[in-house]
């Protein structure tokens, strides 16, 4: 009898420990976990935000949107298109303003504003960013001859670069790449072609200080917050946005899941992340739902 015990014994504990590994790796616990470990602390962006605007559709856009980012002096919202390109523009209540048609670019997928009307945009196919100077009041755009850089790394088919993020204090671009692995690239010397100057460019990597990233198979889009130095990380697979503080530890969460921080439905395809420098944040899913989150109390 005591030896059939001992037996039954084990065998649960083994249940329980496979159970348990199960449940961190498929994010459960581990979320769990960071969200306790994070909610000590008050420094995050996202410690406290609330789902204002709930997955509006964006009336005038049907599918395939991707990648956001906030023009400060428009106070709006740019957006791209893929299949066929485009670049879009929103309110920041989700409202769609114009759409511009994109030639020379065959799979574009992230945009982020630089200054003034000059933006930078990915390329996933090719694995290139380009600068792109876009006007008011134009219908077409082509960018075939517009400056780019080209990274070819890790290529593979429709996992290359998804997003992409300019830091106007420190003058540098940060290039996710989706997964196979999941790298974020940082370009310095970009300010030197915008300037016409002699270029040196300088290409790292952005690496977290935690293993955080486990909770994250893919990488959809990012966004660098320049007032805090913190970096916030979309995928769309998991479900999740990470932020980061300047020593790139793991600081705040935000769940795109049902129930969570007051949305009624788990968010579908999360693809584009747009921050503002008063902390309100734009999340875009396909195929055009529009997403507003706030700080509570604000």
């Known amino acids: 009898m005591k030896k059939k015990l001992q037996w039954i014994f084990f065998m649960l504990l083994a249940v329980s420990l496979v159970g348990g590994m199960v449940s961190w790796r498929s ?4 979320l769990g976990y960071y969200s306790l470990i994070m909610g000590k602390g008050n420094s995050a962006i996202l410690a406290s935000h609330r789902v204002v605007i709930d997955g509006r559709p964006v009336s005038g856009l049907s599918k395939n949107t991707s990648g956001l980012t906030y023009h400060p002096e428009r106070k709006t919202l740019f957006t791209v298109i893929n299949g066929p390109p485009q670049v879009a523009e929103l309110t920041t209540e989700g409202r769609l303003l114009r759409t511009i048609s994109v030639k020379g670019i065959e799979d574009i ?3 982020s504003h ?3 009307n000059l933006f930078a945009i990915s390329d996933e196919k090719e694995q290139q960013v380009k600068l792109v100077e876009i006007p008011d009041q134009v219908a077409t755009l082509d960018v075939t001859e517009q400056p780019r850089i080209v990274l070819a790394v890790d290529t593979g088919k429709n996992v290359g670069f998804e997003g992409v993020s300019w830091d106007h204090a420190h003058n540098r671009l940060f ?8 790298r974020i690239f940082e370009i310095r ?3 030197d072609l915008i300037e016409c100057r002699k270029v040196d460019l300088q290409i ?3 690496r977290p200080a935690d293993k955080i990233m486990l909770l994250m198979t893919d990488l959809s889009s990012l966004t660098y917050h320049e007032p805090t130095g913190h970096m916030l990380l979309l995928s769309d697979e998991s479900r999740l946005v990470l932020e980061f503080d300047e020593n790139r530890r793991p600081v705040g969460m935000l ?8 949305l009624q439905q788990s968010v579908p395809q999360a693809e584009g992340l747009a921050l503002t420098s008063a902390g309100v944040l734009f999340v875009l899913s396909e195929p055009n739902l529009f997403y507003r989150f706030e700080p509570s109390g604000s």
């Open 27 to 30: 994010g459960w616990l581990a």
């Open 109 to 111: 997928e992230g945009i």
């Open 114 to 116: 630089i200054r003034g």
């Open 175 to 182: 290039v996710a790449k989706e997964k196979r692995p999941m």
């Open 189 to 191: 010397g970009l300010h």
């Open 204 to 206: 790292g990597e952005w």
């Open 255 to 262: 769940v795109l899941r049902k129930g969570w921080h007051g």
